[in-house]
């Protein structure tokens, strides 16, 4: 991707509340594998996340 291009993405709107949900997927992540002793792996965090929690996120 040339960085004309790049740039474009990272300015949108779209991208950025992408990115800021992606970081509380993450953190999510990082607070279920405390809890269980284990990493508990992307794919279910984000549906954990989003089944459970990003209505409230999104309503905030």
Do not use: P, Q
Not at 50 to 56: A, G, I, K, M, V
Request: proline share 0%.
């Amino acid at each position: 991707m040339n960085s004309k291009v790049s740039g474009l993405l990272e300015s949108s709107e779209l991208y950025k509340e992408f990115m800021r949900e992606r970081e509380e997927i993450l953190k999510h992540k990082w607070i279920e594998s405390e809890k269980a002793g284990r990493d508990v792996g992307f794919e279910w965090a984000l549906l954990d996340w989003n089944f459970n929690h990003r209505n409230n996120w999104r309503n905030k």
